[in-house]
């Protein structure tokens, strides 16, 4: 679509109300076009772009609520179009139309605020075409505020988001239109915003050497580029696998003055990773933290990924270790996705030192960074280890699942310690978690085997509480059970199933 080609006409007024309007200075409504075919896109403006075929009954929701405002203003017409007709069901999609027809009144003109709300609804709602004419009407009435020598300064802005909801929608050829007529209408040069606006639209669709182009445009306009300039262009290289040129551009970026971020330095990182360049990747991190530039959790998300995936975990863990002796680590870092590797590779007990030295220099690990070492402990038969870890959780209140919980419950009562079982149970109570009769069970069998009836009779006292048993019957098989002489482990194991 061309703003040049195309001519922004009003819509005819060829016919009137039953009722004449409540002032003859203004024209009375126009017919009204068929419903404009919308898309429903979130969030929208309205509650629903529905379209009626009663266009009577829109006539005199018009004439009730707008032909009767004297004078007519826009900041009348933008308090009918925001309290009456934004959210109106059936009305909602005439906006522009009801828009356009204002515009016939001799006294009324459109200022900026009247423009701006509708460019916004316009590209919000994707009614691009009809955005095509709101900014072509746009420059052949200028906003009354740019009567002067100056222009309007809400025009930048306006035009800006218009030329983000045609880059979002993949219109670049219109957005370099809206970018040219707002080059027209504004006063001196565009902002850098504007042109990082376009320049990353071209990205986004995959048209590098457009968004070249308009970067060189920009020098031209001796529009000086800011660290999202460079940021965008440098993540277009690497994307289009032209490594070496977004390297060259980083050295551009700080030869000019600009100061480069955590993004910059992650999307460089990241490209030598996939160059498979990894002493250069973990040297740049390290030339992150000597400028004072701190780390983010991606960065160590990057070298984590990176490193794992070519065998180099250890490496990984080194890196990560000393990140948080030297007080640099990320503290939102979730060192999740290291420990499930290594626990994968029967390496539990790396990734229990790695762990313990994290959160030993106030690192915090999720929940299921916990839970998935304590599976990987128990899997190894760190028995010890694994009790010790959800102690740990349960006293600084990260509560594991009860399927984990459990799991380790059974390991520690095989292995005789009910004792230490049942106490986890009162910490883990203690803390919010719902424990089970599975819970109980296990407990209770632990009793059984080591011959524990009195600690045994309150388990089964507090699983009655509970109603944790059905019946009077099973109550009395547990307490026989319990009564009897130490029982074998495969007869206990065979009570708990029943």
């Given amino acids: 679509m061309s703003f040049k080609k195309k001519k922004f006409t009003l819509p005819p007024i060829i016919k009137t109300l039953d009722k004449p309007p409540s002032s003859p200075s203004q024209p ?33 929701f018009l004439n009730s609520h707008l032909t009767k405002i004297q ?43 009247t423009f701006e709300w509708m460019a916004r609804t316009l590209a919000i709602t994707n009614r691009l075409e009809e955005l095509a004419l709101l900014l072509q009407f746009m420059s052949t009435n200028p906003c009354p505020c740019s009567e002067g020598i100056f222009s309007c300064p809400r025009i930048e802005p306006i035009f800006q988001f218009c030329i983000n909801g045609y880059c979002k929608a993949g219109k670049l050829d219109d957005a370099l239109l809206a970018f040219e007529c707002m080059r027209k209408l504004i006063d001196g040069r565009p902002s850098v915003v504007v042109y990082n606006v ?78 498979r360049k990894f002493e ?133 009562c095989n292995a005789g310690r009910t004792f230490d079982a049942n106490r986890l149970r009162l910490l883990a109570s203690s803390k919010g978690l719902d424990v089970d009769e599975m819970t109980y069970s296990i407990l209770v069998s632990g009793c059984i085997r080591e011959g524990k009836r009195k600690e045994g009779e309150t388990l089964v006292d507090e699983m009655l509480d ?3 048993i059905p019946d009077l019957d099973t109550y009395n098989r547990f307490m026989d059970e319990l009564s009897k002489p130490r029982s074998s482990a495969q007869h206990c194991a065979k009570f708990v199933r029943r």
């Avoid at 109106?88 to 005439?94: A, I, K, L, M, V």
């Fill in 71 to 113: 004078p007519l203003t826009p900041q009348k017409l933008l308090h009918f179009f925001k309290t009456r007709l934004h959210h109106h069901p059936h009305y909602s999609h005439y906006d522009f139309h009801i828009f356009n027809w204002v515009s016939t009144i001799d006294s009324f003109r459109h200022d900026h605020q």
């Fill in 28 to 60: 009375p409504l126009p017919p009204l076009p068929k419903p404009p075919r919308t898309t429903h896109l979130a969030p929208l403006p309205t509650l629903t772009l529905t379209p009626t075929s009663n266009h009577t009954n829109l006539l005199h």
């Fill in 280 to 412: 250069e990747g973990v040297k740049m991190v390290y030339e992150m933290i000597d400028l004072g530039c701190e780390i983010s959790s991606v960065t160590c998300e990057i070298l984590v990924d990176g490193l794992c995936k070519e065998g180099q975990a250890s490496e990984a863990c080194g890196l990560l270790i000393d990140f948080t002796r030297k007080g640099v680590l990320p503290r939102k870092f979730d060192s999740f996705g290291l420990v499930d590797m290594l626990c994968k590779k029967r390496m539990a007990d790396r990734a229990s030192e790695v762990l313990i030295e994290l959160w030993n220099n106030g690192n915090i690990p999720s929940s299921i960074c916990c839970t998935t070492l304590i599976e990987g402990l128990r899997n190894s038969g760190r028995i010890d280890e694994a009790f010790e870890l959800l102690e740990r959780m349960l006293k600084e209140n990260t509560v594991p699942d009860i399927m984990t919980f459990n799991c380790l419950l059974q390991e520690l």
């Fill in 198 to 275: 376009l320049i990353n639209g071209c990205v986004k669709c995959g048209e590098h050497a457009k968004a070249i182009g308009v970067y060189d445009r920009m020098l031209k306009d001796r529009v000086k580029p800011d660290v999202f300039t460079f940021n965008i262009l440098i993540n277009s290289y690497c994307r289009n696998n032209m490594f070496e040129s977004a390297l060259e551009l980083f050295r551009e970026m700080r030869e000019k003055g600009c100061s480069p971020n955590v993004v910059s330095f992650n999307t460089l990182i990241k490209g030598f990773f996939t160059e």
């Fill in 466 to 468: 509970k109603e944790f």
